[in-house]
C-alpha cells in the first residue's frame, strides 16, 4: 500500500480538522485514533473496548488484528 507522505493537506494542517467528516475548527475536541492515525471529532468517534477510534473499522482491527487486504 502507498504509505508516502503526503504533507500536502489542503484543509489545512493535520490534527486542525476532522479527516472523517472534514470538520474544521478549533473548538473541535480532535483525537487521534490508535489505529489508522488519523484525527477525528467527537462526532465521529467511536467507542469500543474503552477506547475511542475514527471508526469501527478501526476498533475491529484494533481489537481482532489486520488481515492486510488489498483492494
Ligand atoms: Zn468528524
Ligand atoms: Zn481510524
Redesign the pocket.
Known amino acids: 500500500m502507498p504509505w508516502d507522505e503526503e504533507e500536502k493537506q489542503p484543509k489545512g494542517e493535520k490534527g486542525e480538522y476532522?479527516?472523517?467528516?472534514?470538520?474544521k475548527g478549533k473548538w473541535?475536541n480532535l483525537q487521534k485514533c490508535p489505529m489508522c492515525h488519523k484525527y477525528?471529532?467527537?462526532?465521529?468517534?467511536y467507542l469500543y473496548g474503552g477506547k475511542i477510534f475514527?471508526s469501527d473499522f478501526c476498533a475491529q482491527e484494533f481489537f481482532w488484528g489486520a488481515d492486510e487486504e488489498d483492494e
Do not use: P
Open positions: 476532522c479527516e472523517i467528516c472534514g470538520a473541535l477525528f471529532c467527537d462526532s465521529c468517534q475514527c
